[in-house]
């Protein structure tokens, strides 16, 4: 089974602070994916990445960076949090070489910045 | 900018009923359209559809695409308090190998009344 392990299930952050959003996959995945859930919004993409070193803007990347050094590993960066990035974020990779493409995802870590 | 629509927005139903869950979507170089279920935890996987009028099943849930409208239904027949969830659409669309992307609807909400 693919698994796709976030580091943190809840965290909570003062505004200001850096944060740092681990995502670990085992499957050996091409693509890793940042994406934040909101009530009435839905998924939203932060950021991708297709391969190590490389990372494409989202639909919403104001705010954040990302770190892909190792291809098992896609970090998420809030620089300077504030309160309006209290969410839910999931993390998910996928193959595009596969039979089955779809996005497998993590457990999400829920956000709070105080 | 890609969009995906689905509706009603939310659905509460009797135990028993057939529901039918709507996707819309504008895409560039569209490749599939996703389903997923969301309940207290990240995503899982339900269908993948890259072809026009072909159906997908999986015991109670089914699924079917049109690309020439550009929609998607997931049908859900004999429902159980166990299909309550959000019901997520995602369209991936991407010009090459390695660069695709998923954008995802708001989701519908599933309530299944005893």
């Known amino acids: 089974d693919v698994k796709v392990t976030q580091s943190s299930r809840y965290l909570v952050k003062r505004t200001g602070e850096k944060v740092f959003l681990e995502c670990v996959q085992d499957?050996?995945?091409?693509?890793m994916f940042w994406y934040r859930q909101d009530p009435g919004l839905g998924l939203r993409l932060i950021y991708f990445s297709y391969d190590v070193k490389m990372k494409e803007k989202g639909d919403i990347p104001e705010g954040y960076s990302v770190s892909r050094e190792k291809k098992e590993r896609f970090s998420l960066i809030l620089e300077s949090a504030s309160t309006n990035q209290t969410s839910m974020y999931l993390c998910a990779s996928s193959s595009p070489y596969r039979v089955n493409t779809e996005a497998f995802f993590g457990q999400g870590t829920r956000l709070t910045v105080v | 900018e890609d969009k995906v629509v689905q509706s009603p927005l939310s659905l509460v139903v009797h135990e028993g009923d057939t529901v039918t869950l709507n996707c819309s979507y504008e895409v560039t170089n569209f490749r599939s359209l996703l389903w997923y279920k969301q309940e207290k935890k990240a995503p899982t996987f339900l269908f993948m559809l890259t072809s026009s009028g072909i159906e997908k099943k999986s015991g109670r849930l089914s699924s079917i695409l049109d690309k020439k409208e550009l929609f998607s239904i997931l049908n859900i027949t004999a429902t159980q308090t166990g299909d309550s969830a959000v019901y997520l659409c995602?369209?991936?669309?991407?010009?090459?190998?390695?660069?695709?992307?998923?954008?995802f609807g708001t989701g519908t909400r599933l309530t299944i009344i005893p």
């Open positions: 499957m050996d995945h091409e693509n």
């Open positions: 995602a369209v991936e669309a991407g010009t090459y190998f390695g660069n695709e992307k998923l954008t």
